[in-house]
């Protein structure tokens, strides 16, 4: 509140100026002159000024949140989150001076409370605005790390309750919360995808449906009245024990197919290649193990084929032999094939059904780069998520076991140490999957530490190894059995600190980055949220004003001062723009077709940052009424701003620029100008930061806001 009440301050201000330097234009005066005069009062007067525009604490972008929406739990940076809801029918957009407000509907996001129980709370808000200020990486003892700006309100668990202190006063040895196990959703409840209720009607037509049990011909006199007008191959259907999916949805509707979904293969390919998947499949824990081992292992490729493939090293018979299994349980064809240059064995799926369920159902991509968790597993049983934990370690983890005696000889006595650890481990290439398969271990009671320069995570301890031995199969298995049998005495976790329903780590240290496009979250109920490796952390808090009269409405307040300011402010780059039209026409011409010459479009004088300028408010106003802009600024060549549609370079102002042009608007008054020869050249000067003060010659030429 401090924060925002400073620029409040300054935006309230900022306002009444820009009134009156708008009343003083209509009245002939100068608001300079009488600024000028007014400031020579000894007290009780703080001079501000009018200009353009008004020149913002939150995350960076590449920080991850977890939304649970009606399909599951999804982890996404920032940036597409924000991304995401700005294209949601249902969410509200507000737009104002370098940033943009969102408040979304229906959306609950992964949170903490004061307790430190981990809970799901509706995200009421998401902000995305331009910092040029400090940033503060904060990195743990574990290896965690998360960038914030420096007031970021931060959760430190100390004396066992969480604490609020901004980014820029933590301190090595504090203690940040991480989320546990408490989140995970009561109950055991099955998880069933149908994909004829799924499946997009233009597809429909090259599936046919064949029942799992039982035969069409069976019902052949209730089929045959339906059938005679929809089919001049109906006897093939009694014959082959199939029809075309278009037509079991023709006679389901019709209230005629005496075959339920869950009764009913669906059928693609013909001879050699036909292939069938269950019309409705069941996520138990062998097909939530087959998406692990697909995440870890597996591909599809870039064609219309779909086809699968699961690669595993030749040695591990157990996992491969587990696949095929759980492929035969569903009644998916596959074949297994051994490359002869690597000790590799590739088992391919050709069904294009079981491809679309992986990729556009599941949503768990294509390839290692892209793939992620499906949002509905987040969320299941933890029988389910403990099955999806086991295929990805099966694929893409690993065991280290250091289990040997080392003898040496000391002071003339021999000695026999005893060495036994072992560690399980976690690679991945997916930035998406490596943080939902953190937080997914985390639900599950299971606290990884992690590698500074890779996306490694690392398991060790009795209790955690014991515990995540029925994960693996085979010789990993072995190897953790040879730990256990080996220990004598218990090896503990001293990086995480454990407590009821989550853990705490310390901080390593802090440091500096410069700053950058930042994301405010802002949750109701606990004001906090999980961002990257399950850190928690406070809400933001925004600086611009324009939010603060959305945080009071929570209140059933109405901050109509706040919000007239506001709307002086925004109208400033209009008033400039009218500005220039007046100066034109008086020179006999018009806006449309006039050659503008735009100096400064960094946000203040004689720096080199453009966020939060008004000059891109007021090139888009002359722009729209048809004006051709040159805009210049001997600090800035180029700004592009994707998010914001921006992409302007710097025009090289010569004095055949100058002397060619219709007018010349000067929105920021750097230095390095040479403003008796802009004036001197230019048919008329805008001056809306009376910069043009002190000059000579020309005097009639220049327009002063």
Sequence with gaps: ???????????????????MAMLCDRMGLSIWEVIQAASTKPFGFMPFYPGPGVGGHCLDGREFIFLKNGHGLEALSLAECFDKLALAPETMRQDFPGGTLLTPQGVEILSFDRSGQTCFRPLTHLARRRYDGTMVRIETDDGRFLTVTDRHPMIVWADGQAVVRPAQEIQTGDCLPVTGMSWQEAGERSLAIDLIALLPASERRRVRARPIKGAYAAFREELRPHLRRRSRHYWDIFKQNTMSLDLYCELEEAGAMPFK?????????????????????????????LIGYYLSEGCITSDESLRTRFTFNGEETEYIQDVERILDKMGVKHSVYRSKKRNAVHIKVSSKLFGWLLRDVLSCGVRSEDARIPG?????????????????????????????ANRYVKRGRAYCHRMNAASVGFFSSSPVLFQQVAVLMQ???????????????????????????????????????????GRNKQMAVTQQERHAGFATVKVRALHTVDGAEVYSPEVAGTHTFVTSFGLVTHNCIPIDPFYLTWKAREYDFHTRFIELAGEINLAMPYFVRDKVIRALNEQGKSLKGARIVVLGLAYKEDVADWRESPAFDVIRLLEEYGAEVLPHDPLIAEVDDRHEGIHICSIELTDEVLASCDCVVIVTHHSAYDYQHIVDLAKVVVDTRNATRNIVRGKEKVWVL
Aim: hydrophobic content about 40%.
């Design 1 to 19: 509140m401090t924060k925002i009440f400073e620029n409040t301050f300054r935006v309230v201000n900022m306002a009444v100026v820009n009134e």
């Design 261 to 289: 979904h869950e009764e009913i293969l669906l059928c693609t390919g013909r001879g050699v290649s036909w292939n069938s998947i269950p019309a409705v499949v069941q996520v138990d824990e062998d097909m939530a193990r």
């Design 376 to 404: 509905i597993l987040m969320v299941a049983p933890a029988s389910i998520r403990e099955n999806v934990l086991a295929g990805l370690l099966r694929g893409d983890g690993d065991v280290y076991l250091a289990s040997r």
């Design 443 to 485: 639900g599950l009671g299971f606290y990884p530490t992690f590698r500074r320069d890779k996306p490694y995570m690392r398991l060790y301890g009795e209790e955690q190894l014991a515990r995540l031995t029925p994960f693996f199969a085979g010789r990993p298995r072995e190897k953790l059995e040879a730990y256990r049998l």
